[in-house]
């Protein structure tokens, strides 16, 4: 039975990703900076209702992007933009504060955890998230570099070791990136084969429904050979055989072909024998896909293991 | 009287084969369109010296292999080669692929190679 066609996706897999990664950012953000009101209230004091505001509005941003969904892509990047923007404001004036009270066991911690979770998450847009990472090593060092020195005074470790995390960052980052654009790679290999296969799968179900077609117009043909009295006979057979492979062609004129295809080189046999050659290869380089993602896999953990370990 | 039996679910095939074989062979061909029919002509069939079964005779009914089988039980003494437009990966093909001393013809099938079965049916029956 010839397959149906695949129906298109209505949005694609990096819009869907770009959205998660949108979702879990602003929940974070919701809930990190409204438990932070409660920490800035218990060391510095103060209803701190900035934070509180800025936690709804990571909140409402959430629940824009659950109802918008996954296709709204520039939407989602602006949302996620003005909750990070927001986020970092925060932390900024939580350092302000923090240090005018004299405060310095917490300070930068924002940032740290801000570059980290940048990295984790593995922010889509490069250009994004290197921005991102490197707000959070200008930022600190230029809030550090406006304060008087009795208050540099008061933290030796910093802004080194702000910039130490935001280095382990911006590595980590790079790493989760380059992992995700080869899963992405193996995807679409995957996804070629899929395709090749259901191809092949119709080619095969094609010739299924042409064979018997084709062995009686032989036989009928040798039968005008041999049995010219009834030509009558055989020529209405032959004819019905023409409906027949008729009626094929125009469920194959349902079968949509790939974007990517036209018509007309669907139509030449050298294509369809270069298709079957592929579907034939991508058979043969199946096992190596499967292996290859297994040591992705691998590579993934083992990195992240020594990602934590670096940390202790 | 010797004679061959075709079983496949295309009426026109079945009509032309059955035919072109009584004309170039001069020997009686006879056909069933399913395993029903044939059942009804189990005399003729069980006497026929040579069965040429199609594997699938349609979505849900009983296929080529259930009237092999049948021919076994009833001790059917003459050749069975199976017939089939399918590509060998598929399971009914690979059902008959596993069973002992029968030979799977692809459609479209040459005239000669069509003589040279008819022919070889006493020598492999």
Redesign the interface.
Known sequence: MIGRPMPKPAFKEEDHEIWRQGLVFTLLGCITIWMSSFTMAAIVGGANLYLHAVAAAQLSFFLLLLKGGPSRRNFTELVFLVSCVLTLACIMVNNQKLIESGNTAYLFEGYKLFSLLVALIAVQSWKMGAALIGACAVLPIAQYLSWPSSWREQMPAEPSLTICYVIVSAGAYYYQIKNLKTARKLLQTEFAAIELKRYARAMLSARDLSNTPLQTLKTTLELLKHDPEHFDIHIARLERVADRLDQLNEIFKKYEPLDELSIESLSSLETLQEETEAWAQTQENKELTAKQNITLRKSKTLGFISFFQGFR | MDSIFLL?D?L??A???S??IE??KKIHCFYALSFAQMEQQSAAVLLSSLCILDINLGMGKPSGIDAYNWLRQKDFKGKIVFFT???S??PLVKKVAKLENVQIL??????AALNRIIDDRQTNA
């Open positions: 496949d295309d026109d095939l009509q032309a084969m035919q072109l004309i170039l437009g399918h590509a990966d598929h692809s459609k479209p099938l040459d005239i």
